[in-house]
């Protein structure tokens, strides 16, 4: 029996030692591969040094404590981090290990005058937990050539390595300093991250519940400081291959688009200045977001941005700094975006926006109510159709050139940018009166385009306005009792290059307690050199025009009676006088008209009857009895009317 317990004990003896030995050894192994680690960054030309290495085999718990990286050749990025350690390590092939938790303190991340922007920023982190980990055991070799793209690289590439089933941290704080640049100075803290199932550079979902923000901004005159506070930041499917592959050179003939997020959304958001503007925003969401490799090349937008930030750009600079921003636009597509319920603060009141939306290439802001100097304004919606940033941008570009005026072919590259624009439900202040504009519709459509110059346009106009005492025009319909003008007007133009027809169909405008006009006249061999800013080219081309037939109508729906009453206080005779006095002197103006063209009598007798009842409905139409070139006809009407319509045959009636 005592020979067994001598035995016993010396097994045990000779366990714990083979155990400690062991365990010695894993913890020579395990400081053996950190170390080698920290030498590959060396090796690249990089600083690296860490302190106490420890590993229990027991729990495979492995802990590293102060370490501080510096990789590439250059400082402008340095790594310190106060703490590691991972519980459950395993190695899981000779490239990769795994652990069941990973928990970092003292993370702190500081990039120092990186780009030519010479910007200063930091990210502190003091605890950082990642489950279910699994990544490389060697970093790849960082830059070396202090490119900023080139960093922003290496470090998606180093987090596309690793999958994880969550992080979170409990804040992060990042820092900037823009120096002398107009970028300011602050710092945003986030509080309450986490990330779940990070897997191949991709993330199904990311969230901070708060985001605090301070920045002291730079402006001429008064300095201003901007507080504000951000809640509930989600970002559903995150893929950072897809950015890897836009910041990739190689991927430059790459024409496809790749999805970066799927959706992102934020708020409530509120945003003070020590000037006293406030904005609070009620929530913000972008959805499908996707970037074309070909075309989103940030290497040469930074490329470009000037080295000495306190030169004044040339305007060939600024030309081309708006052409790579416009190229970077271009690459970038967003299924949707949306800020709903905006409320802006300054001392003379409080602005409200329930929407600016932008989706399917229609930008929109909807529910505008904010204070005017003559007071409320409200709109309920402005559009601007097929808005392109990109379009926009290259055509800003054209235009700037200081010292020298756009040409008309500049400014009319803006219907190329857009295809329309519409405001709706527009209630505004008149002047310094108390009576109220009022816009139901106003929408102008525009397309098949002739170089800069459209071929095709609509404008439908639906409001109602004051009439103005001041002015002079307008005084006759004061004098009657007419304080408002309802205007309804729809005018549609559109040119054919088969046919070389241009119509003019349907022109109406309705004055809805006046009358109501509708014009309707076709062109015809209109060629397309017509269509062109230069006025030598114009008049050559409009040579070859020629009029086609012109219809116009005209409703009474009291202007007849308008100009009667007026007509008999001019007079001082009675309305009934005035009106036959008015009848009489166009039937003898017509007889002029009527000796040289017997067709037109028909319009005389007509638009004399239409004065003489009211309430009717004049027509007239106008048909060329040959060709008859319009600049021809406008030199004619301008000497001798009559010969002019004498061109024409004129048929007119009239109708209740």
């Known amino acids: 029996m005592k020979r ?196 191949n550079g991709k993330v199904d979902a990311m969230k901070a519940d708060r985001a605090a923000v301070s920045v002291d901004v730079k402006q001429p005159g008064k300095p201003d400081k901007l507080t504000g506070e951000l809640s509930n930041v989600i970002v559903n499917d995150f893929d950072a291959t897809a950015i890897i592959a836009a910041l990739d050179p190689k991927t430059s003939s790459d024409e496809t688009y790749h999805r970066v997020y799927r959706q992102i959304s934020a708020g409530p958001y509120t945003l003070k200045s020590a000037q006293g503007m406030r904005v609070d925003i009620d929530g913000f969401v972008m959805e499908d977001i996707d970037v074309q490799p070909s075309k989103f090349r940030l290497a040469e937008l930074f490329a470009a941005l000037p080295q000495d930030q306190s030169a004044v750009p040339t305007p060939a600079q600024s030309r081309e700094m708006l052409e790579k921003i416009a190229g970077v636009y271009e690459g970038l597509r967003i299924g949707k975006a949306e800020i709903s319920k905006i409320a802006i603060g300054t001392p003379q009141g409080t602005g409200r926006v329930n929407a600016i939306k932008y989706r399917e290439d229609e930008f929109a802001i909807e529910g505008v109510d904010t204070p005017a100097p003559q007071g409320q304004f409200k709109m309920e919606r402005f559009a601007l159709k097929s808005f392109s940033a990109a379009n926009l941008m290259r055509w800003a570009a054209g235009l700037s050139n200081p010292g020298q005026t756009p040409s008309p072919d500049q400014v009319l590259g803006l219907f190329r940018v857009l295809e329309g624009a519409e405001i709706k439900g527009v209630v505004s202040p008149y002047k310094t009166t108390r009576q109220l504009v009022t816009i139901d519709t106003i929408s102008l459509n525009w397309g098949q385009l002739v170089g800069s110059i459209p071929s095709k346009a609509n404008l439908v106009v639906k409001m109602v306005t004051p009439t103005d005492p001041t002015n002079p025009a307008q005084r006759p319909l004061i004098m009657a009792g007419v304080d408002k003008l309802a205007i309804d007007l729809d005018l549609g133009a559109a040119w054919t290059e088969s046919s070389g027809a241009f119509a003019l169909a349907p022109a ?149």
Do not use: C
């Open 508 to 656: 109406t405008i309705d004055l809805g307690n006046l009358a109501k006009a509708q014009a309707r006249f076709a062109l015809a061999n209109v060629p397309r050199g017509l269509f062109t800013t230069d006025p030598v080219q114009v008049m050559g081309q409009a040579a070859q025009v020629e009029t086609g037939a012109i219809e116009l109508s005209l409703r009474d729906s009291g202007v007849v009676d308008l100009i009667v009453a007026q007509f008999s206080r001019m007079q001082n005779v009675s309305r009934d006088a005035g009106r036959s006095a008015i009848a009489e002197m166009i039937r003898a103006q017509g007889e002029k008209v009527t000796a040289a063209n017997l067709d037109a009598k028909a319009a005389v007798d007509a638009l004399a009857g239409f004065v003489e009842t009211s309430g009717q409905t004049l027509t007239i139409k106008l048909t060329p009895l040959g060709k008859v070139p319009v600049l021809q006809l406008m030199d004619v009407l301008n000497s001798e009317p009559i010969v002019a319509l004498a061109q024409f045959k004129i048929e007119a009636s009239t109708g209740l």
């Open 4 to 199: 067994i317990l001598i035995g016993l004990i010396v097994a045990v003896v000779f366990a714990a030692g083979g155990w400690f030995g062991f365990n010695l050894y894993a913890k020579h192994r395990a400081a053996a591969e950190i170390e080698a680690a920290f030498e590959q960054i060396r090796s690249s030309g990089g600083k690296a040094r860490h302190g106490k290495v420890a590993f229990d085999l027991m729990s495979r718990t492995l802990t590293i404590e102060d370490i501080a990286v510096t990789p590439g050749s250059q400082p402008q990025a340095q790594v310190k981090i106060a703490g590691i350690k991972g519980t459950g390590v395993r190695r899981i092939d000779d490239i990769r290990f795994s652990a069941d938790s990973i928990d970092i303190t003292g993370l702190d991340v500081t990039l120092d005058q990186v780009g030519p922007t010479k910007v200063k920023a930091s990210y502190k982190i003091p605890q950082l937990t990642m489950r279910d980990y699994a990544g490389p055991l060697h970093t790849g070799t960082a830059p070396a050539n202090g490119s900023l793209i080139d960093l922003y690289r290496y470090v998606l590439g180093q987090y596309a390595s690793v999958t994880a089933t969550s992080l979170t941290a409990p804040t992060l704080t990042m820092s900037f300093d823009s120096g002398s640049g107009p970028g300011g100075n602050g710092e945003i803290t986030y509080s309450g991250l986490t990330i779940q199932n990070l897997k």
